[in-house]
């Protein structure tokens, strides 16, 4: 009898702790605020200028399982530059697109560089090599333009060694890192996401 009022117990609190978590994501779910303005009313808060990607430079070999640099320099002409959309192929598998913040020092003029950990993708791409990655770049203001995509290929090779970008060009700043999430397509299953 004494164990029966335990486990009763027991469930009550972890049904009480799920209640709270439901809960908490609700009003969390609220927490993101989206503007709602439109363009002309976005264009005349921050302006009409896009911003630009000036230059770029990633290696085109790279060894599975290290870290891939990916080096870039921005411009805005209003200075309100938001986020380094990213987006990433591989065979396989899409990953939708990313928003990584850009630093409030760097929102008029953007240099540095995104890493993109290659041990984080399927393991299936680093064991045989020969690999290709595709990475989409861009840049987006707080009115909502986006500049051109810069678009950056690598091959995972076996004992590849990355060249360095040329002097004096980018800062050694870290601007972010790549997320991997793909979708992924397969006849069978469907799609799905990994990991």
């Known amino acids: 009898m004494g164990a029966m009022r335990q486990l009763k117990g027991l469930l009550d609190r972890v049904w009480a702790i799920g209640v709270l978590v439901i809960a908490?994501?609700?009003l969390a779910q609220g927490c993101t605020v989206l503007d709602q303005r439109t363009?002309?009313?976005l264009e005349a808060a921050y302006g009409s200028g896009q911003p630009k990607i000036e230059a770029v430079f990633a290696a085109r070999w790279v060894a599975p399982r290290e870290v891939w640099r990916i080096y870039l320099n921005g411009s805005d002409p209003e200075g309100d530059m938001r986020w380094i959309q990213v987006s990433l192929w591989v065979p396989g598998g899409i990953m939708n697109t990313a928003r990584l913040d850009v630093d409030p020092d760097q929102r008029g003029r953007l240099s540095g560089y995104l890493t993109l950990?290659?041990?984080?993708l399927p393991e299936s791409l680093q064991r045989f090599g020969n690999s290709d990655l595709r990475l989409y770049v861009a840049l987006e203001d707080r009115a909502g333009h986006v500049s051109e995509r810069a678009i950056f290929s690598a091959s995972m090779v076996l004992g590849a060694r990355q060249d360095s970008p040329p002097a004096g060009q980018?800062?050694?700043k870290f601007l972010g890192e790549v997320p991997v999430r793909f979708l992924q397509f397969s006849p069978s299953a469907?799609?799905?996401t990994w990991p």
């Open 24 to 26: 908490i994501g609700f």
């Open 39 to 41: 363009r002309q009313e």
């Open 117 to 120: 950990h290659t041990m984080d």
């Open 170 to 172: 980018f800062k050694e």
């Open 190 to 192: 469907g799609i799905g």
